[in-house]
């Protein structure tokens, strides 16, 4: 199974900064990396696909980067909607594995 | 209005059996593969099951595989979690999603909300 690491586990932070989250997979997926925004007692939404391409809707402040190993989610500017859960999730292979997620709070 | 709606969940003694639905509307749900994601409340996702299309093709996590079985109907629209030899690790809430591709590249694109399974003596 291909283990997905992100980091930090939690952040702190203001309304207007910018911030980074990173995810490392424990082999290569190419760019079959997604993330998704879950909000306390909601399901998750998928923010970002194929590493870097937004989903419709999704605001243009959160973009996705990177392939192979490592990848990063920036928010570049944190709105109040923003302090919530983020995951990043591997579609390289089944089983399908998640992050253990990063918890953005308010600073 | 696109929208998936999981029912179902309830509290079971462990070593019991339960079914979870799942109710596409919005959407040809026949031509997507859909999964189960479960969550344990305030922790993280974890694959459960998928399924193809047409339901020919099923796969599991180690962890359900012999005891969870995943169908669909699609003349009813609905997707199937038939959870046998339930554990109390099983106790979480479980989602169904769909999913779908561009270029290759597959996502979750739709989720239920979730019902919960609670396995406890």
């Known amino acids: 199974d291909i283990q997905m690491t992100q980091s930090p586990s939690s952040l702190s932070a203001s309304v207007g900064d910018r911030v980074t989250i990173t995810c490392r997979a424990s082999?290569?997926?190419?760019?079959?990396l997604n993330w998704y925004q879950q909000e306390p007692g909601k399901a998750p939404k998928l923010l970002i696909y194929?590493?870097?391409s937004l989903q419709s809707g999704v605001p243009s402040r959160f973009t996705g980067s990177g392939s192979g190993t490592d990848f990063t989610l920036t928010i570049s500017s944190l709105q109040p909607e923003d302090f919530v859960t983020y995951y990043c999730?591997?579609?390289?292979?089944?089983?399908?594995?998640f992050g253990q997620g990063t918890k953005v709070e308010i600073k | 209005e696109v929208q998936l709606a999981e029912s179902g969940g309830a509290l079971v003694q462990p070593g019991g059996s339960l079914r979870l639905s799942c109710a596409a509307s919005?959407?040809?749900?026949?031509?997507?593969?859909m999964h189960w994601v479960r969550q344990v409340p305030g922790k993280g996702l974890v694959w459960v099951s998928r399924?193809?299309?047409?339901?020919?093709?099923?796969t599991y996590a180690d962890s359900v595989k012999g005891r969870f079985t995943i169908s669909r109907d699609n003349a009813k629209n609905t997707l199937f979690l038939q959870m046998n030899s339930l554990r109390a690790e099983d106790t979480a809430l479980y989602y169904c999603?769909?999913?779908?591709?561009?270029?290759?590249?597959?996502?979750?694109?739709?989720w239920g909300r979730g019902t919960l399974v609670t396995v406890s003596s």
């Open positions: 999603t769909s999913t779908n591709a561009v270029a290759g590249y597959w996502y979750f694109d739709l």
């Open positions: 919005g959407f040809t749900f026949s031509n997507h593969w």
């Open positions: 399924i193809n299309s047409d339901g020919s093709t099923t």
């Open positions: 082999q290569s997926i190419s760019s079959y």
């Open positions: 194929a590493a870097s």
């Open positions: 999730q591997q579609s390289y292979s089944i089983p399908r594995t």
